[in-house]
């Protein structure tokens, strides 16, 4: 396919996404399903196209004046991609299957300068969440947003149980060319996605992944998982487990050994785990699938560690699911928050005395995080805040100068609030308490 053809494309996604608020995933697969002609290089311009569309809806909308899927195709190719008015001309010239020339008033638009935009429009976020990002990040606000709407690379964790990093490493960049370590994380592997219009790293098609030697996981993910402090041979409860991507690096911190109990109160988001776990050869995490009285009464103030990513709105994944943040709504902001309090409120009760309590979102919202902690720690006088940082120290787990890095996270109980612009990873916050009395 020609370029102009892929712009093509990318628009009849994007007009039916718009129209029917259809996943964005749901979308570009119902595409390729009916366009087989397509090559995987071609979907993978097409969608890495509309993605970066809804991650820029608002600025480009604002910019051309209008909201359409081809104002916003358009718009992106030039004002996010950096393709010139020229260079557009050029990709449409002589193409059969290109959309109809750009106009005029297309034109002014792709060049429009929008520095006096409102924040929320600059930022590419809902109008409703600018005091939430203010309050967030004052004034690197702008800067923080502008991060989620980049796109995320291909983070891997090696799984130290059955392979050394060295081993590894190696084995994923003779498949993975651009992979690189991390600065965070000391098991963690990168993989750059630099290029918009290219593929995405096949990471679950590389023999190292179908050995069970990497997961696919966000490095804030991994950085999260390290707050635990686990160390051989403790009892850790992952509360709201879910498909069991921090779960396994629980295990593995473990080495094994110890045990982990896994629980979500939907049972359906556990049928993820059994593979995993199976692929992983992780031998210590009993998952547990019924009501929680039934199944983990027993658990109660036995517990080393209760790790708690509790359910969120998901804005510091942004980057990943660009049209969840259009759909996200301030009663669902409230829905979660009731959540998170219920989460803290009864998981504490399975922390022994002297063990920590962790708590975790991926979100960058003060209302899900701190407030949710401040409210916690006002009527649970048994429990103190311990710095997230001296926890993953405890762990292990940091690479070398990972500490530096992070304490510029570092905020209120000492908690920290990874970002894309800060951490080059997801919107992630960590807090850790421990039980006094």
């Known amino acids: 396919m020609r370029d102009a053809a892929k712009i093509a494309a990318a628009i009849e996604i994007l007009d039916n996404q718009l129209r029917q608020h259809t996943p964005v995933k749901d979308a570009v697969r119902d595409w390729g399903k009916a366009n087989r002609y397509a090559g995987s290089g071609d979907r993978a311009w097409i969608t890495g196209l509309v993605l970066d569309a809804l991650r820029h809806q608002s600025s480009v909308g604002h910019a051309m004046q209008d909201e359409s899927a081809r104002a916003l195709a358009f718009g992106t190719v030039a004002r996010v991609w950096g393709v010139s008015v020229e260079e557009i001309d ?9 959309p109809e020339t750009l106009t005029n008033a297309e034109r002014s638009g792709l060049e429009r300068d929008i520095s006096d935009a409102p924040l929320y429009i600059r930022g590419d976020f809902p109008e409703w969440l600018e005091p939430s990002f203010q309050r967030a990040f004052g004034e690197k606000a702008e800067e923080e947003a502008h991060e989620l709407c980049s796109r995320a690379p291909v983070d891997l964790r090696v799984n130290e149980v059955q392979v050394g990093f060295d081993k590894a490493f190696k084995e994923v960049s003779s498949k993975l060319k651009t992979a690189e370590p991390s600065e965070l994380a000391a098991m963690a592997i990168r993989i750059p996605q630099r290029d918009p219009r290219g ?32 160390r051989e041979g403790m009892q850790i409860l992952d509360y709201c487990a879910g498909a069991g991507g921090k779960t396994l690096a629980l295990s593995a911190l473990l080495n094994n050994t110890g045990q982990i109990h896994a629980w979500d109160i939907d049972w359906r988001r556990l049928r993820a785990i059994w593979p995993r776990l199976k692929r992983a050869g992780a031998h210590n995490v009993q998952v547990h699938d019924a009501e929680e009285d039934k199944c983990l009464g027993e658990l109660k103030s036995k517990m080393d560690v209760v790790f708690c990513d509790a ?57 899900e995080n701190e407030d949710r902690i401040t409210a916690f720690l006002a009527k649970a006088e048994n429990f103190k805040p311990v710095p997230a ?15 530096e890095i992070l304490a510029k996270c570092e905020g209120l109980h000492g908690a920290l609030q990874l970002s894309p612009a800060r951490t080059d990873t997801d ?9 006094v009395g």
């Open 90 to 98: 050029a990709m449409m010239e002589g193409d059969p299957h290109a």
């Open 311 to 367: 359910p969120c709105t998901g804005t510091g994944t942004w980057r990943r699911r660009p049209d969840a943040k259009w759909r996200l709504r301030e009663r669902a902001l409230e829905t979660r928050m009731g959540e998170q309090d219920t989460v803290l409120e009864r998981a504490q009760a399975y922390v022994k005395q002297g063990g920590r309590l962790v708590y975790v979102t991926c979100s960058v919202l003060p209302e």
């Open 199 to 230: 593929k995405s790293a096949a990471a679950e098609s590389i023999p190292a992944y179908g050995k069970g030697w990497v997961e696919v996981q966000d490095i804030g993910s991994q950085v999260a998982a390290l707050a635990s402090g686990a």
């Open 427 to 435: 919107g992630f916050y960590i807090c850790v308490l421990e039980r």
């Open 389 to 403: 940082i001296k926890a993953m120290r405890a762990s292990g787990g940091l690479a070398k100068g990972a500490e």
